[in-house]
């Protein structure tokens, strides 16, 4: 059984940095595709990035390219998310998600993750 665990979030000031971890278990970790998401309150799930753990490939969306850094340590199984400098539209709850996709689909659609973790809040004050 995928399983998939947040952790990092909390109450932060702006400007502040997190790193956010999500441990993996129950899958062969190097042949999935792990990707971080959020959703605010009201809004729509929104995707921040992905990475292919097999060869370190990453995919930023647009919107969050320049403050958001993903990676992986394929020996803890655990793919992380460096938000610096946070800013108080970033509160949200961050999920981690993951899929086996063939290396020819990149980057995976959200609706293609198959195993999401529970979320861990991310809260900035101003």
């Known amino acids: 059984e995928v399983q998939l665990v947040e952790s990092g979030g909390g109450l932060v000031q702006a400007g502040g940095s997190l790193r956010l971890s999500c441990a993996a278990s129950?899958?062969?970790?190097?042949?999935?595709?792990v990707g971080w998401f959020r959703q605010a309150p009201g809004k729509e799930r929104e995707v921040i990035s992905q990475?292919?753990?097999?060869?370190?490939?990453?995919y930023y969306a647009n919107s969050m390219k320049g403050r958001f850094t993903i990676s992986s340590d394929n020996a803890k199984r655990t793919v992380y998310l460096q938000i610096s400098p946070l800013k108080p539209e970033d509160t949200a709850v961050y999920y981690c998600?993951?899929?086996?996709?063939?290396?020819?689909?990149?980057?995976?659609?959200?609706?293609?993750?198959?195993?999401w973790g529970q979320g861990t809040q991310v809260t900035v004050s101003s």
């Open positions: 129950g899958f062969t970790f190097d042949e999935y595709a």
């Open positions: 998600a993951a899929e086996s996709i063939p290396l020819s689909m990149w980057p995976v659609l959200s609706s293609d993750f198959g195993s």
């Open positions: 990475i292919r753990v097999s060869n370190g490939i990453t």
